[in-house]
C-alpha cells in the first residue's frame, strides 16, 4: 500500500504477503539450513536412520538423503530448493545427496555471518562463484585416475558407498553383485565405457535371508505361465517376443454380424478358431518354444500354445520386453505373421519357480546379455527396500567410476584439501571477496566434522589433529570414524569416485547462490479451503521465523 496525495494505493491483493531485504534473506537462509540440519545426521558411516510415515501410515526407515527429502512434505519454497539439491545429485552422480545438501546449508550458515556484516550479496555471491569453480580445478587435480576394468578398485567404490547403510553387514556380497552387473552391462564406444542402469532389473521378495541374493545372468519376470499343461523348464529356450494380442481382432466400429443358422455360427466359431490355430502354427514353425506377449492371450491359444509345448507367458511390461530383448538377442515383432527364425533369442534355460510364495519366470544363461536382473531377498520388507536404495548407490558409483575413471579419497579428506587450498586462494584475490571465499573453505570443513559428531568423537580435537596431518602427510588423509583418529583413506581403500564430490560442490554452491540472490519474497493469499480458513504464506512462511513451512509430521 502507498500513498498518493492522501488517497491509499493498493497494489498487491489483500491477504498477499512480503518479505523484503534482510527478512527475506533470513527466512530462506533458515529454512534452508533447515533442511540440512534434518538430514546431517545421517552422513557418514555412523550415521544414523530416519523412520518417516506418511499419511497413510506407510512407514520407511532409511538414511538415504534423496530418499528423505523426497518422502518430507516440505512446504516452505527455500527448503524445497534443497530437495532440487538432493535430487540433482542423485540424477547425476547417484551418491552423495546428504554430502551436498549439508554443504549447501553450511554455506548459507556462512553467508549470513557476512550479511550481518553488512557485505553485500552481490560480493558474496561473486566470491561463492569464484569459490566453487577453483574448487573443480582443484578436484580435477587431485583426482585420481583408476583402470576403469579394475575390479579390485570398482570392489572398494561400491563398499565404501554401502558402508553405513543397512546392507553393510553385507557389503562384500553386494559390492561383488553391483560390480559384476554393472561390468556385464557396459558398453565400449570410442574406447570410452557407457553404462545404462535402467538394464540392470532389481527384483525384490521377502523371504530367505539377505545372503540369498543373487545375480542372474539374464530376465526375471514377476509373471507365471499361462496355462498349466504347460512346460515349467525349458531347456535351449528360443524365445520369441511378441508386441501383438494373440487374440481375434475386434472390429474397429460397431459391427453386427447376422447369423441366420446354426451352420453359420459354426462356421464362424470353426474360423476363429482356426485364425487363432494358425497364429500358433505360425509361432511354432519359427521354432520358438517360449512366448512373451506384451498383451493378452486367448484360452484358445493358450490350449494350442500348451499343446505345442510351448511356454507362454502375457502382459509383459514394456520395459521387461525391452530387457528381454536385451538379454537374449530377440528382436520384439508386432505382426505374428512376420516372425521368423531370425527375430527369436536365445536362453540355456527358461523356467518357472516359486519365490516366496509366488511364481516367477527365469530366463538365465543368455549368451552375452545387456541386461541382467539383480534378485533381493531379505526377511522384512523394510529390510529389502533399504538394500535396494543401498545397491542403487553403489551400482551408480561403479558406472561413475566406469565412465570417469577417476577417483577421490574419501573420509572428508577432498574437503580438507579444498578448505586448505582455497584458504591460500582468498589470499591472492585480496579484498571483499576474499572473506567470501575464505567463508567458503571454511563451510566445507563440515563434513569431516560432521563425519567426526555422528560416529561420536571429540570434534573439535579430531579435526585439528586430521587437519594438522593431512597438511604434513598429504592428501590421502581423512577421518577413519571406526578408529577415531586421522588415517591414509587410500590405503584403507576408503575411495569414491571423483564425479560424487564434483557434484556435490557444483549443486550446493549453485543452491547457496541461488538462495543468496533472493531479497524479496511475494506471496500469494492461498486458497480458502472447504469451510477453513484462507489467507497466509504458502509453506507457513508467515510466523515463527518461516519454520512452519516445513511440516515434518509428514
Known sequence: ????????????????????????????????????????????????????????????????????????DLQHPAAKMMVEVAKTQDKEA?????????????????????????????????????????????????????????DETLMKIAMTSITGKNAESHKELFARLAVEAVKQVAEKKDGKYIV?????????????????????????????????????????????????ALEVKKTETDAKINITSPDQLMSFLEQEEKMLKDMVDKIAETGANVVFAQKGIDDLAQHYLAKKGILAVRRVK???????????????????????????????????????????????????????????RGGTEHVIDEVERALEDALKVVKDVMEDGAVLPAGGAPEIELSIRLDEYAKQVGGKEALAIENFAEALKIIPKTLAENAGLDTVDVLVKVISEHKNKGVGIGIDVFAGEPADMLERGIIAP???????????????????????????????????????????MGGMGGMGGMDMGM
Open 1 to 72: 500500500m502507498a500513498q498518493l496525495s492522501g488517497q491509499p494505493v493498493v497494489i498487491l491483493p489483500e491477504g498477499t504477503q512480503r518479505y523484503v531485504g534482510r527478512d527475506a534473506q533470513r527466512l530462506n537462509i533458515l529454512a534452508a539450513r533447515i533442511i540440512a540440519e534434518t538430514v546431517r545426521t545421517t552422513l557418514g558411516p555412523k550415521g544414523m536412520d530416519k523412520m518417516l510415515v506418511d499419511s497413510l501410515g506407510d512407514v520407511v526407515v532409511t538414511n538415504d538423503g534423496a530418499t528423505i527429502l523426497d518422502r518430507i
Open 94 to 150: 547417484g551418491d552423495g545427496t546428504t554430502t551436498a545438501v549439508v554443504i549447501a546449508g553450511e554455506l548459507l550458515r556462512k553467508a549470513e555471518e557476512l550479511l550481518d556484516q553488512n557485505i553485500h550479496p552481490s560480493i558474496i555471491v561473486k566470491g561463492y562463484t569464484m569459490a566453487a569453480e577453483k574448487a573443480q580445478e582443484i578436484l580435477d587435480e587431485i583426482a585420481i585416475k583408476v583402470d576403469p576394468e579394475d
Open 196 to 244: 545404462d542402469i535402467d538394464n540392470i532389473k532389481i527384483e525384490k521378495k521377502a523371504g530367505e535371508s539377505v545372503e540369498e541374493s543373487e545375480l542372474i545372468r539374464g530376465v526375471v519376470i514377476d509373471k507365471e505361465r499361462v496355462h498349466p499343461r504347460m512346460p515349467s523348464r525349458v531347456e535351449g529356450a528360443k524365445i520369441a517376443l511378441i508386441n501383438e
Open 318 to 376: 514394456k520395459s521387461d520386453m525391452e530387457k528381454l530383448a536385451k538379454a537374449t538377442g530377440a528382436k520384439i515383432v508386432t505382426n505374428v505373421k512376420d516372425l521368423t527364425p531370425e527375430d527369436l533369442g536365445e536362453a540355456e534355460l527358461v523356467e518357472e519357480r516359486k519365490i516366496a510364495g509366488e511364481s516367477m519366470i527365469f530366463v538365465e544363461g543368455c549368451k552375452n546379455p545387456k541386461a541382467v536382473t539383480i534378485l533381493i
Open 498 to 540: 571423483a564425479r560424487v564430490t564434483k557434484q556435490a560442490i557444483k549443486s550446493a554452491s549453485e543452491a547457496a547462490i541461488m538462495i543468496l540472490r533472493i531479497d524479496d519474497v511475494i506471496a500469494a493469499k492461498a486458497s480458502k479451503p472447504e469451510g477453513g480458513q484462507g489467507g497466509g504464506m504458502p509453506g507457513g
